[in-house]
């Protein structure tokens, strides 16, 4: 079995430490890297310098020399993603990325990251995979929005700020009335309809709120941590406490309502709740009966069925709903010189 010091493994752990130009490492901050990495690699700067000389004749790296040292580094931005080959399917997943996830990742991450989308791009081309794009898409449910643009700084400092544990500062221009500066406590980061959200507290206050990344200007990170608020958890507070789908109330209520047939197909695959019971009635509606949160989201679904759905329970959303069916009768009602024939 082959010992850790073995010359060919330490030249592929050895490899990855080399940045790509125009960063550079030591033939020393190397020797110490690979110390750290496994005691077994523990060799002299010759040796170092003596391995970084063969590999230069194998792969595009060059070196500076600063003083009395040499700094190494890789010529071509591209060549370091060969170790290891990158696979057809492993460049599918990096192209996908690219499409999906770029407004989740932190710029500093999506930089690094390029080299590796550009190479997968060049990866597909040759392979079957290459038209999977082309085959597969994601769409969201309603119009189509144009995401508002967030401003580079912004995006750059919440981003920064959320990974280091920091708070920033921003002049923030709230949907209604004039910019104001906040220091921000950064909790997470939410993406919902293409918007970009800072889930954070504002210095005094503790109480999580959400900071639209587009209405941000003159961002600037702080030296002070970030405090969360006690007991906070970012996923139950988006995924459990639904904060992102508006609550009305805490908990679950226990909806009831008369679907067109047509309109409650779709629930019996997709269904509202675990606990959802669907029953047909003689006029052929059918009721839904599940306890779901009591959200502003839900209000915005239902009103998406226009009159094929007729909430019955709780009372209060069913007065809720019959005064807005009022209002929009009397707006629909009621002459309009906008109007065309």
Known sequence: MRKAGD???RYLAMLPLIPVHPRTISAGELQRQLRRQNAEYA???RSVQRDLEKLSGIYPLRSEARGRANHWCWMDKSAYLQIPAMNDATALAFVLA???LSALLPPATLRLLQPYFRHAEKILRQTKLGGWRKKARIIARGPELA???????AHEVAHQALLEGRQFAVDYHARAGGAKRHALNPLGIVIRAGVIYMVATSNPHNDPRHFALHRMRRAALLDAPSVAPPGFDFAAYVEEEKSFSYPHSRGRIKLRALFSKEAALHLAESKLSADQKMSEKKDG??????????TAELRWWLLGFGSEVEVLAPAELRREFARVAGEM????????K???P
């Open 7 to 9: 010359t060919a493994l």
């Open 43 to 45: 060799m002299n700067i």
């Open 98 to 100: 690219a499409d999906h």
């Open 147 to 153: 995401p508002p643009p967030v401003r580079p700084n």
């Open 285 to 294: 509606r059918v009721l839904i009966e599940a306890r779901v949160a009591d």
């Open 329 to 336: 009768g009397r707006v629909y009602n009621r002459p309009s």
């Open 338 to 340: 906008e109007a065309k």
